[in-house]
Every structure is written in structure tokens, then in C-alpha cells.
């Protein structure tokens, strides 16, 4: 079946999609996006998505129409007949001069795409991911601190150092060196039975795992903090994972080549995954 790809307004098979070569976001990076997995074929925590989405656009000045990309979303769903599910909304300036000046940009460029998605396996998350602590630094003054732009590179890169030496994500530190998140996903530890997690003040994107995880705890009666972390507490950690709309929640039992706490998943990770999907059951029913 060809995909379908919503752009501009139009759903069109995705061979046919086509953006200008003086879009601002192919040329500058001046772009958002963000990706959202669906169960049953329904988006999950969308609205959240478009929330941290129009912040963003505000901010950068983009013209978004949140009801549009709301609509956009659910017609490429069902265009593509799809159930488990990633989507990527982007938005970009659009089209501008030669230039670079964002005022000479009439209208966004609008794109969503959503294909089928395979979780990693249940093996994964019972062995966890092992990561490694990125050489590249977040910095906490950058404009772009908190937004999730289309400037992705530093997260790619990172992406690469851990990929290179056979891990599966890279934790990055802040300018200050203290522990602010992954390459793209947030983090959480627990010491003494209390889950912290770095907070949005440390650079991070505020991940909308990242709060369901904090709702969730609470909800459970885990006491959580969000709080500086150095690299040190992270060590000595007694659990971690990590999260992000595609993982979820991701046990991390090795960090930098030494086991995180006994470094297999340990409790409070495992019953935090497992309100994770409960949730998701509740939310995302299949028909
Ligand atoms: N941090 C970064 C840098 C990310 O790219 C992501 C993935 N969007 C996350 C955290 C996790 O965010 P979310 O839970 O909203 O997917």
C-alpha cells in the first residue's frame, strides 16, 4: 500500500510530497516537530504533543494551526489504516527569501507522517538499555533549550557516539555538568525508594513521558522530586530508566560500562512500566 502523507493541507501518497529547496527548514533548521505513537489508532497524549508544539511555534514565530494539525493527524491515521503507530508532525517557517529573514515567509510548511511501529521486544526491556555519557553538552542559555526544533544534530551526533561503541543511548550533561537528559529521551533515578528526575531548568525537553511518569507516581504513592543530579548520583543510582512517547519507560541498567544499581530493572522501574501500559490500555482501547 503507498503511503500517505499529509502536507499542506492535502493528503497525497508520499512520493508526491514535495517542499520547496527555500523552506527554512531545510535551509536553517527553523522548524518543530514532534512524534507521537499511537495504540489502537489512537494517538496518545496528543493533546500534550500539540500544547508543547504550539509553545514552540510561538516562541519561533510559526504560524501554526493546532485544530488543523489535530484533524491532520486522525486523516493520516486513517488514510494509512494504521494501529500501532509513529507520527511525525513537523512544521517549518516555510518558504522565504534568499535572504535569511524570517519575516519574507508567508505560510508554514505543514507535514505529518505515521508508518507502523514495532516496539522493541520485551527482551530489551528486560535487559535494558545501556548508555554512555556523551562528550557533547546541553546548553541550558541556547535559545532552542526546551523546544523540540528541527536543529536535531546535536541529538543525532550523541545518537552516534553511543551507537559507535554498541550502546543504545547517550546521556548528556548540561554546561554545568549536571545531568540533564538522553540523546532523545528523559531520565529518572531512584535512591531510597525516591525517584528523581532532573528538572526543566537543566536544559532537558520537558518530556510528555516524562510528566505521565511523574503523574503516574504520584498516583501510586512513589515520591518523586525533580531536582539537580550529578553524574556522580546518577552512578550511584539504585535504579534508572528512561523515556520518551516510543520506549516509554526503558529500564537503564548500565551506564558508562558499569551496572546501575544491580543493573537489571529493579522495582519501582517495573511497576512504572507496567502503569505505563495500564494506562495506555485504559486510554487507547481497541474497538
Ligand atoms: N528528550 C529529547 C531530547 C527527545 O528528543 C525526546 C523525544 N521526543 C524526549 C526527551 C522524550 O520526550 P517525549 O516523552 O515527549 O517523547
Redesign the pocket.
Known amino acids: 500500500m503507498t503511503e500517505i502523507v499529509y502536507l499542506n493541507g492535502e493528503l497525497i501518497p508520499l512520493e508526491k510530497a514535495r517542499i520547496s529547496v527555500r523552506d527554512y527548514g531545510f535551509l536553517y533548521g527553523y522548524g518543530l516537530f ?2 507521537v505513537r499511537a495504540y489502537n489508532g489512537h494517538p496518545f ?1 496528543l493533546d ?2 500539540l500544547e ?1 508544539l504550539a509553545g514552540g511555534a510561538k516562541k519561533l514565530g510559526i504560524n501554526v494551526n493546532i485544530a488543523e494539525l489535530k484533524e491532520a493527524v486522525a486523516a493520516t491515521i486513517k488514510a494509512n489504516d494504521l494501529r500501532d503507530a509513529r507520527i511525525r508532525l513537523a512544521v517549518s517557517l516555510g518558504e522565504g527569501g534568499m535572504t535569511p529573514d524570517p519575516t519574507t515567509s508567508q505560510k508554514p510548511t505543514v507535514l505529518v507522517l505515521a508508518n507502523e511501529y514495532q516496539p522493541y521486544p520485551d527482551m530489551v526491556y528486560q535487559r535494558g538499555f545501556r548508555a554512555i555519557i556523551s562528550t557533547s553538552r546541553i546548553c541550558r542559555q541556547s535559545p532552542l533549550s526546551g523546544l ?1 526544533t528541527a536543529n ?1 544534530l546535536a ?1 543525532l551526533l550523541a545518537r552516534q557516539e553511543a551507537k559507535a561503541v554498541g550502546a543504545d543511548e547517550a546521556i548528556l550533561l548540561n554546561d554545568i555538568g549536571l545531568v540533564a ?6 531520565i529518572f533515578l531512584v535512591r531510597g525508594g525516591t525517584l528523581f528526575t532532573p528538572g526543566e531548568d537543566s536544559g ?9 511518569v511523574l503523574e503516574l507516581a504520584d498516583g501510586l504513592g512513589i515520591k518523586a522530586e525533580e531536582k539537580d543530579i550529578t553524574l556522580g548520583e546518577l552512578l550511584a543510582a539504585d535504579e534508572a530508566w528512561l ?4 520506549i516509554e519507560v526503558m529500564p537503564l541498567t548500565e551506564l558508562a560500562g558499569k551496572p546501575i544499581g544491580v543493573g537489571q530493572p529493579g522495582m519501582v522501574t517495573r511497576k512504572l512500566m507496567a502503569a505505563y501500559r495500564q494506562l495506555i490500555w485504559q486510554v487507547t482501547p481497541s474497538e
Request: hydrophobic letters at 20%; zero cysteines; aromatic letters at 4%.
Open positions: 514532534e512524534t497524549r500534550e504533543h508543547r523540540k536535531y541529538n537528559e538522553a540523546s532523545i529521551s528523559n532537558i525537553l520537558p518530556g510528555i513521558t516524562r510528566r505521565t523515556t520518551g512517547s516510543l
